[in-house]
């Protein structure tokens, strides 16, 4: 009989069939036997999910309960969303040692507590203190590889990198998870060529080094180096894991190289990869940012495996990146019929595709199903989206009462997309009600200055047209920019026979001398030129305008995806690999293939920083 209820205990998946088992063992008397009943303890407290209040039932109805018993509840209790009801149940096990031996702790006892303690993120339980850590590490007698192990992750963690290398090379004997942990924290602290040292000095690699190697060059932008490490792998006749997989296509999407995410693709198709989930979701991705949507829904459909909300979303949001609104209405319908609930980060792109595609009903159904539906507060980004929606649509006055009933206080990207739907729409007064809120909040730049005259421009007002571009007090920093602008411009007429674009750029009333003069002065070519006069002396012109706009491009497409400044969350270390990458693949070194690309992207880095200090200084 004993037998019988472990084995059905074994096999029960749910707690409604513990339930049942439960009631047998008390009608055949079994349940008293400390064995059956530790074993139905521990299935409700560590196999099954959410039983963990049923397992606390039976162990208060238990009579002697024993260390085992107290053990698989503070274990529960240490992988539960409430760990810090380990240490009460192990206070009441100290109460309880204090009469009956049998149950004293014991190391288990400790193990599952210090895991709780970590999980429940307390000061008061010594989480987060290096110092403790490191205490208690140089106060064992001899500690093992594990020991060693857990220290160099402490001081990694602490941000210590010369501590965690110091442990390394004191190590008195290294494993492969020793190695692997100084790929990771390498990796996590951007020391790439930290990375490769120790990479390249590993005698051995496993599937975790290398798939680790090949995360840490994607997370720090190293694309191609990706590719090559990848190729290395499959070189040596091993097999490719689904984080390796997982590492290289979010490489290719980052990148752009469609046709190596498709042997990729074919890899995953011959391997017998597509049934995992995660693959399939950054296959996904990846076709969507490459441009082949196609592809990426024909991934969707095809998935052997249950699509979950990752898979839906990342889907939805490649529809929305190439503005296909009426089918991501589609897709998040059948999402919904699917069983699937959509969730706050699923609504950004729907509702992003809906501003971009002009659905105007589709959107402000979709918001508000977010909220009485579905009861996900909004966030600034859908507030955003929902202010662009209405911006892009012409109706700025209702963007404008839309922003002031908002629940949370709104930014200046909230305020900046609604003076740039004024710019559009040519609302002066609504403009300057907007540029008066970015005052008071202290959060005006040059490119609210840009927009505003873009405004006047549409309806005419020439004198603030001019008030407003060319206000500024002129200093040597400013006619630098425009005697170098002006050289600029005559060069490309006469060597590159370039003709200013006016139409539509400037409105009517104004002679053709001074609407090609406006283009021309543009605050954007201003500050590219004053990067150009400041550090391009004696290099030729297309070299100098590449690397100039190529500067232009990198900080609005910075700016673009994260809404901030670059300097502000860009560390020194971060600039050079991504404008590395980023110049690997400009047009001037794939004809040059002589060009040093470290030369290049140093000279963009010298007019970043030129351009920042000179704009503190103003």
């Not at 990848?230 to 490489?251: C, H, I, K, Y």
């Not at 249950?306 to 991501?328: D, F």
């Not at 030369?599 to 920083?609: G, H, Q, T």
Request: hydrophobic content about 40%; overall charge negative; proline content about 3%.
């Amino acid at each position: 009989m004993n037998q019988l209820c472990l084995h059905l205990l074994n096999q029960c998946k749910t707690l409604k069939t513990v339930d049942h088992i439960h009631a047998c063992l008390l009608k055949t008397g079994l349940f008293s036997d400390p064995y059956i009943f530790g074993k139905l303890l521990h299935h409700c407290s560590v196999t099954i999910s959410d039983s963990l209040d049923y397992a606390t039932r039976l162990f208060l109805h238990y009579p002697n309960p024993n260390v085992f018993m107290y053990n698989t509840l503070i274990r529960g209790f240490s992988e539960s969303p409430r760990p810090q009801n380990s240490i009460t149940t192990f206070i009441e096990m100290r109460r309880e040692s204090s009469l009956f031996s049998s149950v004293s702790p014991y190391s288990f006892t400790f193990a599952f507590l210090l895991k709780a303690a970590a999980n429940y993120g307390s000061l008061m339980t010594e989480c987060g203190r290096v110092d403790f850590s490191m205490k208690v590490f140089d106060e064992m007698l001899e500690p093992n590889v594990v020991a060693w192990n857990a220290a160099v992750t402490v001081c990694f963690r602490g941000g210590d990198l010369e501590s965690s290398e110091r442990l390394f090379e004191s190590m008195p004997f290294k494993d492969s998870t020793s190695w692997n942990l100084m790929l990771a924290g390498y990796a996590k602290a951007g020391e790439m060529e930290m990375v490769r040292k120790v990479f390249s000095e590993m005698e051995v690699k496993d599937d975790v080094s290398w798939s680790s190697m090949i995360t840490a060059l994607t997370q720090n932008g190293c694309f191609y180096e990706v590719f090559s490490v990848f190729m290395d792998l499959q070189r040596l006749g091993l097999r490719p894991n689904e984080v390796s997989l997982t590492g290289v296509l979010s490489a290719c999407a980052q990148a752009g190289t469609f046709e190596f995410g498709r042997v990729v693709h074919g890899f995953v198709e011959k391997s017998r990869f597509s049934w995992i989930i995660l693959v399939n979701n950054t296959l996904i991705d990846m076709y969507s940012k490459c441009g082949y949507v196609a592809m990426a829904r024909l991934v969707l459909e095809t998935m052997p495996a249950t699509k979950n909300i990752v898979s839906w979303t990342s889907m939805i949001a490649g529809l929305a990146m190439h503005g296909h609104g009426e089918e991501v209405i589609q897709l998040l319908h059948e999402m919904e019929e699917s069983g699937i609930k959509p969730d706050r980060i699923t609504f950004v792109p729907v509702l992003y595709a809906c501003s971009h595609a002009g659905l105007i009903e589709q959107g402000h159904e979709c918001f508000s199903k977010m909220k009485n539906v579905y009861n996900i507060e909004p966030s600034i980004e859908h507030y955003g989206c929902m202010v662009d929606l209405y911006g892009r649509a012409g109706d700025v006055r209702k963007a404008y009462e839309f922003i002031c009933q908002m629940p949370v206080p709104p930014n200046d990207i909230i305020w900046r997309t609604l003076l740039g739907a004024c710019s559009i729409h040519g609302n002066v007064e609504l403009a300057e009600q907007v540029k008066e809120r970015l005052s008071e909040l202290c959060l005006t730049d040059s490119g609210d200055y840009v927009l505003l005259s873009n405004v006047y421009a549409v309806a005419g007002k020439w004198n603030n047209v001019e008030t407003i571009r060319c206000g500024e007090k002129q200093n040597n920093i400013t006619k630098e920019a425009y005697d170098k602008l002006r050289e600029i411009m005559l060069k490309l007429k006469v060597e590159g026979g370039y003709v200013p674009e006016v139409v539509g750029s400037v409105l009517h009333h104004v002679e053709d001398e001074e609407k090609e003069d406006s283009v021309t002065k543009h605050n954007e070519k201003l500050a590219v030129a004053f990067g150009m006069a400041k550090l391009c002396k004696g290099r030729r012109l297309w070299y100098e305008i590449e690397v100039a706009f190529t500067l232009s491009r990198m900080v609005l497409a910075h700016a673009e995806i994260t809404g901030e400044n670059i300097e502000h969350n860009v560390k020194l270390n971060e600039r050079k690999s991504w404008l590395l990458n980023s110049c690997n693949g400009t047009r001037l070194l794939k004809s040059n293939p002589c060009r040093n690309v470290e030369e290049y992207a140093d000279d963009i880095l010298k007019i970043i920083w030129m351009l920042e200090a000179e704009r503190r200084k103003m």
